[in-house]
C-alpha cells in the first residue's frame, strides 16, 4: 500500500529529492563538503525570511528550542514581556519567557480572534522589552497582524519576537520590510523538510540588546553567544565546532531552500494563497464552519474546522480510512470540536482534492461537491 498522505500542519510531504539527500551518507561537519552547504543554506535563509540584514541560527531541536534560542537572549530577570495571545502556542511562548524571568502580560481575544490593536497596544504603553506574536497559530488557524503589531512595537520603541513555526516559508512574511526583530520557525512546517531543526532569525536591534545583557543567558544550549561564532564561521566558509550540527537534516533542509527560491518567495506566497482558498472553498461547501471568525484572521498554511452536528473525532479515523492523515483540535476551548488540515510546502491542488474526497467520504457524502467547490476556486483566475 502506498503511504497515506501527509495533511497535518506539520510534519508534512516532503519531496523526493529532500528525502533523497536526507539519505546520503553523513558529511564530516568541519569538512569543506558540509561547510558549503551549511553556509550557502544560512544564506539563503535570508531570502526566506526576506531578512536581507539578518543573523540566521539552525540549531538541532524543534519549533519549541527556536522559541527559546529567540527569546532566552533577550529577556533578562524582571523585565515585562507582552504575548499576543492567539492560542496554545502563545501560551507556550508566555511559559518559556516566564521560564526565563520575564513578567509577561498576555493580550487575549475569544478563541478565533485576533486581540485588539488597541489592547496591545495599552500594554505597550506601559512599558515593555518586548512583544511577541504567533504569525499562525496552529491550535486555532488564527492569523494575527504580524506587520501592523511590528509597527506597534516601534512606535513604544519594544523588541517584537515572531513565533513563525507555521507560517515561514508559506504565509507573505516580509520580515526586514515589516522591521521584525526576530523571526524562528521550524523546518517541518512550510519549510517542507523533516523535523529536528530549529531556525532563527536575529536582526540588529535584538543582537544589541542581547550584547547588552548583564547577566548570562539561563539556558547554556540556548545561548547566542556559544552559536553566534559558530554561524557566522559556516557563512565566512569556515570551519567551526559547538555541538554537532545535523548534518543530514541541514542537507536536507538546504535542499528544500534550494526549491523555495526556485520557486520564487512571492509565488510560493500566491500558491500557498490560493491552494488555501480552494480548500476553504471546499470545505464551506461541505458545511464545515471554521475557527477563525473572518477571512482576514484566517492562515492560509492550515484549516481549522468544527466537526459538523452529530460528528465527532471518531471523524479523523474515517478519513485516514479513505488514505489521507488530518489533525484533531488541539487548543483545549475547542479541541473536542475542531479538526485541522495543512495545506502547505510541497502541497498543490491535487493534495486538496484527494485530501477533500477523503473528508466527504468520512462524512459519508456522497455529491463530491467539497472537490468540486475547491477545483472551482482553483481555476478561478
Ligand atoms: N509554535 C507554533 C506556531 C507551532 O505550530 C508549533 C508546533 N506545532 C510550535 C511552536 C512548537 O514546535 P515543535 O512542535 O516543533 O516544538
Known sequence: ??????????????????????????????GAGFIETFGKCLDDLRDVFAAPDGQPFVVAGSGTLAIELAVANIVELGERAVVVDTGYFSARMADILRRHGAQV??????????????????????????????????????????????????????????????????????????????????????????????????????????????????????????????????????????????????????????????????????????????????????GLRQVPVSEDVRAVTLTTMYYPDGVDSTLIGRIGAAGVVVAGGLHPAVAARSFRVGHMGVDGIGQVLTTLAAIEQGLGIKTGAGVAAAQARWLQP
Open 105 to 286: 502580560e498576555s493580550v487575549g481575544a475569544e478563541v478565533g480572534h485576533v486581540p485588539e490593536l488597541a489592547a496591545v497596544e495599552a500594554a505597550l504603553a506601559r512599558g515593555a522589552k518586548l512583544l511577541t506574536v504567533t504569525h499562525v497559530d496552529t491550535s486555532t488557524g488564527v492569523l494575527a497582524p504580524v506587520k501592523e503589531l511590528a509597527a506597534l512595537a516601534r512606535k513604544y520603541n519594544t523588541l517584537i519576537v515572531v513565533d513563525g513555526v507555521c507560517a515561514v516559508g508559506g504565509q507573505e512574511f516580509r520580515q526586514a520590510e515589516w522591521d521584525v526583530d526576530v523571526c524562528l520557525t521550524a523546518s517541518q512546517k512550510a519549510l517542507a523538510a523533516p523535523p529536528g531543526l530549529a531556525l532563527v532569525m536575529a536582526r540588529s536591534r535584538a543582537l544589541e540588546a542581547f550584547r547588552a545583557r548583564k547577566s548570562p543567558v539561563a539556558s547554556y544550549y540556548s545561548d547566542w553567544s556559544l552559536w553566534l561564532p559558530v554561524m557566522q564561521a559556516y557563512q565566512a566558509r569556515k570551519p567551526a565546532y559547538f555541538g554537532t550540527p545535523a548534518v543530514n537534516l541541514v542537507v536536507a533542509l538546504n535542499e528544500s531552500v534550494k526549491q523555495i527560491k526556485a520557486e520564487g518567495m512571492e509565488a510560493r506566497w500566491a500558491r500557498h494563497r490560493k491552494l488555501s482558498a480552494a480548500f476553504k472553498a471546499g470545505a464551506e461547501a461541505l
Open 1 to 30: 500500500m502506498t503511504q497515506p498522505l501527509l495533511m497535518i500542519p506539520g510534519p508534512v510531504e516532503v519531496d523526493g529529492e529532500v528525502l533523497a539527500a536526507m539519505a546520503r551518507p553523513p558529511m564530516g561537519h568541519t
